[in-house]
C-alpha cells in the first residue's frame, strides 16, 4: 500500500511540474505574440532604422507602466528579440505591409522570439 501511495504521489507531482512548465511557456508565446505584434506595427510606420529603434525603446519603457496586458506584458529583451529578427526578414519588403506580409511577419517574429529569446525565469 504505502508503495502505491509514492508512486502515486510522484506520478501527482510530475503532472503538477508539467502543468507549471506548460502554462510558463503558454505566457512566454503570449508575450512573444504581443512582441511581435508591436514590432511589426512599428517596422511598418518607417523604413528609417533610427525612427525604428527610437520607437522599440519608447514601447519598451511605455509597457514597464502598462497594466493592460498583465501576464501577457512582453519583456524588453522580447521586444528586442522580435524586432532584430522582423528587422531582419522585411529588410527590402515595402510599406506599410499588406495583410499578407503583416500576419506572415508577425508570426515569424514571435515563432523567433519564443524559441530564441531567453525566459524571464532565466534571466
Not at 505574440?33 to 519608447?58: M, P, R, Y
Request: aromatic share 8%; proline share 3%; glycine share 6%.
Amino acid at each position: 500500500m504505502r508503495f502505491w501511495t509514492g508512486l502515486l504521489m510522484l506520478l501527482s507531482s510530475a503532472v503538477a511540474i508539467g502543468d507549471e512548465a506548460q502554462m510558463q511557456q503558454w505566457e512566454k508565446m503570449d508575450r512573444c505574440s504581443n512582441a511581435a505584434f508591436i514590432v511589426v506595427k512599428i517596422l511598418e510606420e518607417s523604413a528609417d532604422t533610427s525612427k525604428q529603434a527610437l520607437a522599440v525603446l519608447g514601447a519598451v519603457e511605455g509597457l514597464k507602466t502598462n497594466t493592460k496586458l498583465k501576464e501577457a506584458t512582453p519583456t524588453g529583451n522580447e521586444i528586442r528579440g522580435a524586432y532584430n529578427f522582423a528587422l531582419r526578414i522585411s529588410d527590402g519588403m515595402p510599406r506599410p505591409f499588406a495583410k499578407r506580409e503583416h500576419d506572415w511577419l508577425v508570426a515569424q517574429a514571435a515563432t523567433a522570439c519564443t524559441l530564441w529569446v531567453p525566459s524571464v525565469s532565466a534571466q
